[in-house]
């Protein structure tokens, strides 16, 4: 199956990814993760979509996508999971991030790109801050079974 963890910096995705993945033993791809595929990047993008059309019938993929251009890689099918916390939160995270500092082009960028996916469709909705993990974990496990 295809899990695809979608969301904006800083809100949970890799955190969520780890979690299900001690419960699925699949395989983690976080990003642009594909372009090692194959020298060619449209080479590498139409190999990992043949890979994740595979993958809905055999092992469990988790896809992390933090950019929307990459939602167009999920087949029909994958379960997507939208992540997201308080602006505030992924600020606090961010800055911990680096080390205690949050350049004010830094903070605008996380400002400007809050909310990007909240128009998308999805399956489960995982808001970080205020959701229990394992219960994510829990309610992904049922929709596979």
Do not use: W
């Amino acid at each position: 199956m295809v899990i695809a963890i979608i969301g904006e910096s800083c809100v949970g995705k890799s955190t969520l990814a780890e979690e299900l993945n001690k419960k699925l033993c699949g395989e983690i791809i976080t990003g642009k993760d594909y372009l090692r595929l194959a020298k060619s990047e449209s080479t590498a993008a139409a190999m990992f979509r043949e890979k994740l059309s595979q993958a809905l019938t055999g092992s469990h993929i988790i896809y992390v996508i933090s950019e929307k251009e990459h939602l167009a890689f999920l087949p029909e099918g994958a379960i997507r999971i939208l992540v997201t916390a308080d602006l505030e939160t992924i600020k606090e995270r961010f800055k911990a991030r680096m080390r205690g500092n949050l350049p004010a082009a830094v903070e605008a960028m996380l400002e400007k790109k809050h909310g990007l996916f909240d128009d998308i469709k999805c399956d489960l909705l995982y808001v970080s801050d205020r959701d229990d993990l394992d219960n994510i974990c829990n309610e992904v496990a049922g929709l596979l079974s």
